[in-house]
């Protein structure tokens, strides 16, 4: 038994990178191809929402999955693709300034809604453990931290009026304000947020899901991080929606349901968005830059590579 989670074997882990790199190569296929991003998007959602998620997601399904929270989730990740795709296909749209508030505003929605699933979690008083709407969860001081965080990941955005569309062939969306610091900062409060919230399913949901678009987001498209992870969420949470079963039955890997690794967990998820949010603010202050308008950090050499490779 490990301190997160009961470890898998050898199977296990091959899932686990089996699923992370088919993410990815999904991700690329949209990203790369309009026709891709149109198939994977916008027709396949459309064939789900009629012939198989009344079905697989329905209300009061065992797997969990007919939440309100899934299907919300499903279609804001959807929306966030779509939205993206406009902007860069689309020139004359990504030179409008009241366009580049969509991005922002998509990404701060999905946190939102993460954020009061947490808080929810916490009222149904469910210090011991329960089987609530069919997933395990453990209600504690925990998901107050982390719905903190959670909104401090919101207040740190910064430099959307500086997002625009890549000169190359993949015409990404480039949102080089959008440093690694804050990547970090994301991915340890969702993860914070799926170990609080979908425990049981968290192994993927959380550790696979964002290593999926972390990994692409340095190392194969910087500066396109928010287009990767909506690509990757859309598309895992489709595949959950589809088949329900995956991580509860075909490839189960449950946490050690201790509630000193819930609490460490979300304890570190809010250290991290505190000391991201001081350290920003506190740039804001010494340069007295309007967070509303400037790019936060225009001037560090982060920024400045994002933008020499994607000219």
């Known amino acids: 038994m490990g301190i997160l989670y009961n470890v898998p074997n050898a199977t296990g882990w091959a899932i686990l990178i089996f699923t992370i790199f088919t993410l990815m190569a999904f991700n690329e296929l949209g990203r790369v191809t ?26 009061g399904n065992e797997y969990g999955t007919g939440n309100w929270f899934n299907w919300v989730k499903t279609y804001s990740a959807l929306a966030g693709c779509l939205g993206f795709m406009a902007i860069r296909y689309f020139p004359k749209l990504a030179q409008k300034k009241w366009v580049l508030h969509f991005p922002p505003a998509i990404l701060a929605l999905n946190i939102f809604e993460a954020c009061l699933r947490d808080f929810q979690c916490f009222t149904y008083g469910a210090w011991n453990g329960a089987v609530i709407d069919n997933l395990w969860l453990m209600s504690g001081p925990w998901n107050i931290m982390n719905g903190i965080a959670g909104l401090l990941n919101i207040l740190t955005l910064c430099g959307w009026l500086g997002i625009y ?15 690694w610091a804050w990547i970090i900062a994301y991915d340890v409060w969702n993860f914070a947020y799926t170990y609080n919230c979908i425990a049981d399913h968290s192994f993927y949901a959380g550790v696979a899901l964002l290593a999926s678009c972390t990994i692409p987001a340095f190392f194969i498209k910087r500066g396109a991080w928010l287009q990767h992870r909506a690509a990757t969420l859309a598309l895992w949470i489709m595949f959950v929606m589809t088949i329900p079963q995956f991580a509860d039955k ?25 000391a991201l949010a001081v350290y920003q603010f506190n740039r804001i202050r010494k340069k007295k830059l309007n967070p509303l308008k400037d790019e936060i950090y225009a001037d560090t050499d982060t920024y400045k590579k994002i933008i020499a490779e994607n000219e």
């Open 34 to 59: 309009k026709w891709g991003g149109i198939v994977l998007f916008l027709i396949l959602p459309i064939i789900l929402t009629i012939f198989v998620w009344p079905t697989t997601a329905a209300p």
């Open 165 to 179: 569309v890549s000169k190359d062939k993949t015409r990404d969306m480039i949102w080089p304000d959008m440093i």
């Open 250 to 274: 075909i490839a189960p890997v449950p946490t050690t349901h201790n509630p000193r690794a819930f609490f460490i967990v979300s304890l570190i998820s809010l250290i991290v968005n505190i």
